[in-house]
Structures are given as C-alpha cells and as structure tokens.
C-alpha cells in the first residue's frame, strides 16, 4: 500500500509530543502548569527531577473545560533500582526500555482543580474562591528511561476528602 507522504506525516503528527509552552493561567489566577524539557541522564531522577516530571506529565490547563490542574504540596521519594518487570503490572509505562532497570517511587500531593475565576463568579459569588483541593496519599508509581533515553515518571494514590473552595495557589 502506497501511502502519500504528506498523509502519513499529518497522521503522524497527530500521534507526535506538543511543544512545551507555558500556558497563560491568569484566568485561573493561579501558576501555570510545569513544563518540561527531556530528562537525558544515566543515573535515576533525582526526588527533586521525578516530582518535576510528574508535574509536567499530570497538570493541564484547558480553556476548553474550564479547569486548571496542579499538583501542590507534592512529596516524592526514589527507591532504587528494580528489574522492569517489577513495575509492569502496576503502572502504565508509554515507551519504556524493558533493558532497563526502573525506580519505584513514592509519595503524596495535594491536587488543586479550579474553575476560570469568570465561571466562578457566576451568581455574585467571590471568583477568588475558583478552587477545590483534594490530598492524594500514599501514592506510588515509578520512573523509567524509554526506548529514546528520556525519563519519565507516574505516581497514583488514593483520594481524599475534597476541601471547596479554596483560592488558587500561586507559588
């Protein structure tokens, strides 16, 4: 099958990583989602580049939805190194070298959603107060390098009970 090439390179751009580009979250009046640059090292994240890499992999803004997602107060401990198989059944790992060996992590953080502060201030109520916090406890996950020798990390946990509203964060 001959397929043209300024066919397969749209559809491959559909599939392809968008640009990292800060996002105006003043609508929010809130911080902006983390954005990243590609982690290229030989040795583990370290705590410090993991919840980075969380954060560029989990927060969004979308004017769309209306809804800005943070991870604040997060903690994140590396555990050292494991076989791949360790954290296959566990996490989803997009592009992972399975050669490679991976490092559990472990952690908390609390999520901050908030409405667009405009939507908030629907029926004369404070567009201050556009946020909601929910703890997310005794989260794990795992980092590991793909195929492309990038790094990459995700974390899950349990929920808690949501706090509304709240003010958006800004630091």
């Known amino acids: 099958m001959n397929i043209p090439a300024f066919v397969l390179a749209a559809t491959l751009g559909l599939f392809a990583a968008p640009a990292a580009a800060q996002v105006d979250a ?10 990243c640059t590609p982690l290229r090292q030989t040795t583990a994240p370290t705590p410090a580049q993991a919840a980075r890499l969380l954060r560029c992999a989990r927060e969004s803004a979308s004017q769309g939805s209306g809804e800005l997602w943070l991870m604040e107060d997060l903690v994140v401990e590396v555990g050292g190194p494991a ?42 109520k404070d567009p201050g107060l556009n946020c909601r916090e929910t703890p997310v406890g005794e989260a794990t996950g795992g980092c590991w390098r793909t195929t492309f020798g990038d790094w990459k ?7 808690g009970t949501s706090v509304a509203p709240t003010r958006p964060r800004r630091g």
């Open 26 to 35: 003043s609508p929010w009046g809130a911080r902006a989602p983390a954005t």
């Open 83 to 124: 076989p791949f198989a360790t954290l296959y059944p566990l996490i989803t790992m997009p592009g992972v070298d399975p050669a490679k060996p991976v490092h559990p992590l472990r952690g908390s953080w609390t999520w901050s959603v908030c409405m667009l502060r405009a939507d908030a201030a629907h029926g004369g």
């Open 153 to 159: 990390c995700a974390m899950n946990g349990r929920s």
